[in-house]
């Protein structure tokens, strides 16, 4: 099971975090901000601050729903997530797109994703699961493209920590599901993809 991060661990997280977008910058760039962001890095680094929002939202809305802690504790972590995005942000001087309030967007789609995942989850403690997993398919598919098309490498290092930390996430999810008696089948990645990361560990560090 998914364990819940202590106040202190979630700190010494975000400390770790703030250290290496600032050293790590310029190992694939020649000095920090050496660079502009490329234009597909702009829009990558606002969509995953608001994608990382969502994805917290709808677990707190589905742990108010069904009381079970995987989201609550999948949500704690999607908030360090949002955490580090802002970092970026304010790092390369970029409005921050995320609005206060649970379950409200700036991005038209991932407003109208919100809804649809809430919708779905609200139908059974069992389709909030798979709404969970799905979402964390879903981050990984866009994770893994803003990686493909970031060049500096403190923004391709924060990505990777998500990633890593979608896997972890994808891993409880479908670890709650098998517990049914049910074979969780991929709803974004390839069926190998998946059996892949959820049949590994549990990974340690970023995240």
């Excluded at 409005?95 to 919708?119: M, R, W």
């Amino acid at each position: 099971m998914h364990k819940m991060k202590s106040p202190l661990t979630s700190i010494i997280s975000l400390l770790l975090l703030m250290l290496s977008i600032n050293v790590y910058a310029g190992s694939k760039n020649s000095g920090v901000g050496s660079q502009p962001l490329s234009a597909a890095e702009t829009e990558s680094l606002l969509f995953m601050r608001e994608e990382e929002k969502m994805a917290r939202d709808v677990y707190l809305t589905l742990y108010d729903l069904w009381d079970d802690e995987v989201f609550e504790n999948i949500a704690d972590s999607e908030q360090e997530h949002m955490d580090a995005m802002a970092l970026l942000l304010e790092k390369y001087d970029l409005l921050d797109p995320a609005i206060d309030g649970i379950g409200l967007f700036s991005d038209p789609a991932l407003q109208e994703l919100y809804d649809e995942l809430v919708a779905r989850g609200e139908k059974s403690r069992m389709e909030a699961l798979y709404v969970g997993a799905l979402i964390e398919e879903m981050d990984m598919r866009d994770i893994q493209e803003a990686i493909d098309a970031a060049e500096h490498a403190d923004i391709i290092r924060v990505y990777e920590n998500l990633l890593k930390g979608s896997r972890n996430h994808l891993r409880a999810f479908v670890g709650k599901i098998e517990d049914e008696g049910l074979v969780y089948e991929a709803q974004v990645l390839t069926q190998d993809e998946v059996d892949e990361i959820v049949d590994s560990p549990i990974e340690r560090g970023g995240l």
